[in-house]
Nanobody, 122 residues
Framework: QVQLVESGGGLVQAGASLRLSCAASGRTFSTYALGWFRQAPGKEREFVAAITRGAGNMAYADSVKGRFTISRDNAKNTGYLQMNSLKPEDTAVYYC???????????????WGQGTQVTVST
């Protein structure tokens, strides 16, 4: 079992940066692939980024490519999402998720965090 807790969200102006963290419990964090998703009001949850267990491969949604970077520190049991050049359309609740196998943008992750709010103003 893995418990995930996101942090680092907040209210920022367009063009600013934020770094989200996803702290995981348990000693098997390195055996899970991670994903970040977001959900804006009235919209479906959408894929943002994913990273394999050893951080050898990453994937991004087209809408965030070149602006967001996913990473992880297995020694700290923590995943990250660095978000630069934020836009108002990035406003959403951001969720991290863990899966025993790398599944990229699929929503079939085994574990989900509670989410952290990111609001980008104009």
């Amino acid at each position: 079992q893995v418990q995930l807790v996101e942090s680092g969200g907040g209210l920022v102006q367009a063009g600013a940066s934020l770094r989200l963290s996803c702290a995981a419990s348990g000693r098997t964090f390195s055996t899970y692939a991670l994903g970040w998703f977001r959900q804006a009001p009235g919209k479906e949850r959408e894929f943002v980024a994913a990273i394999t267990r050893g951080a050898g491969n990453m994937a991004y949604a087209d809408s965030v490519k070149g602006r967001f970077t996913i990473s992880r520190d297995n020694a700290k049991n923590t995943g990250y999402l660095q978000m630069n050049s934020l836009k108002p359309e990035d406003t959403a609740v951001y969720y991290c998720a863990a899966s025993r196998y790398y599944i990229g943008g699929s929503t079939e992750y085994d574990y989900w965090g509670q989410g952290t709010q990111v609001t980008v103003s104009t």
